[in-house]
Nanobody, 117 residues
């Protein structure tokens, strides 16, 4: 079992920045992938970015160029630096942990990001 705790969401003006953090605890094996997704009410959960335990990153086109994902394996923590935020980025952001060892997927509880115009 893996538990994920997210932080860093909040209210920011358009053009501003936020950094989200997600720390994993529990039975953590490598290799694994951690990532960020976002989901508006009534809509599907969409990929923002992922990073493997080896440091390989992947970005969705929706926020590419405005977000940077990174991780600290010593702390089992993934970060999402979000810059040049737009009002349409307003939604809930979820952390995801995928174990390459057994394929299990775990989700965080979500953190709200609100960008005012």
């Amino acid at each position: 079992q893996v538990q994920l705790v997210e932080s860093g969401g909040g209210l920011v003006q358009a053009g501003g920045s936020l950094r989200l953090s997600c720390t994993a605890s529990g039975r953590i094996f490598k290799p694994n992938t951690m990532g960020w997704y976002r989901q508006a009410p009534g809509k599907q959960r969409d990929l923002v970015a992922t990073i493997t335990s080896g440091g390989v990153t992947s970005y969705a086109d929706s926020m590419k160029g405005r977000v940077t994902i990174s991780r600290d394996n010593t702390k089992n923590t993934v970060y999402l630096q979000m810059d040049s935020l737009k009002p349409e980025d307003t939604t809930n952001y979820f952390c995801r942990f995928t174990s390459s060892y057994n394929g299990y997927v775990y989700w965080g509880q979500g953190t709200q990001v609100t960008v005012s115009s």
